[in-house]
C-alpha cells in the first residue's frame, strides 16, 4: 500500500483505504456481468421529440373507487349517525340522521354504515371502500369475527344483502382520529333536537391560515391603488 502510495504522489491522484466491503458491491457487480463482445451504442431514434413510449394499463375498478367513511354516536343526550361518501374525485357527500329510538353504540355504528352503503346503491356505485373507526362492525363483516349479539346478527344480515349490489366492496378499519368528519356528523345528529326532517345544504368547510381581522387588511391593501409612501409626511 505505501508502494502505491508513492507511485501516485506524482498524479493529482489521493488513495483512500477502503473501509467496508459495501464499497465494492457494485463494481464488483458490474465485473461479473462485463460483456465479452463490443456492443455499440445505438443513436438512431425514430422521432427525436420521443423521450419514452410506454403503454398505460389503466384499472377500470380504480378510476370509478368511492370511499364511505361512517360513525354512530350514543349517549345520554341521543343517538345520532354519521356518513361520507367521497367521490373518486375528491368530492365529499356528507349524510346525518337522527335515531329517535333506544340503541347502543354499536348498533348506531351498523345504522351508520348501512346509511352509507344505500346512499351508495343509490348513486349506483358499483366499487366501494368502506372505513370505519369500531373494530367490532368491521371484523365482523369482513367475516373475521363471530357475531353473537342478536340486537346486532340482524344488522349483519342486512348488509350481508346490500353488499349483492356492488361489484367490489372491501370494509377497512381505521382510527378514529382518521374517522373526524363521520364523527362529526354523528355527535351533530345525536346533540341536536328536531321535531320533524330538516334539509341541510352540503357543508362546505374552508381554513381560514389567520384571524378575520387580518383577512380585512389584506382586503383594503388590495382594493388601495395609492403606493404605500402616499401619505408619508
Known sequence: MARWQILLSEFDIVYVNQKAVKGS???DFLSSRALEDYEPLNFDFSNEDLMCIA?????PQESHLWKLNFDGASNAIGNGIGAVLVSPNGDHYPFTSKLDFDCTNNMAKYEACI??????IERKIKVLEVYGDSALVIYQLKGEWETRDPKLINYQKLILELIKEFDDIVFYYLQREENQMADALATLASMIKV??????KPIQMSIYEAPA????LEEEEENDDHPWYHDIL
Open 115 to 120: 346509511m352509507g352503503i344505500r346512499a351508495a
Open 25 to 27: 458491491v457494485i463494481a
Open 195 to 200: 321535531n320533524q326532517p330538516e334539509d341541510v
Open 55 to 59: 403503454t398505460a394499463e389503466e384499472n
Open 213 to 216: 381581522h387580518c383577512y380585512k
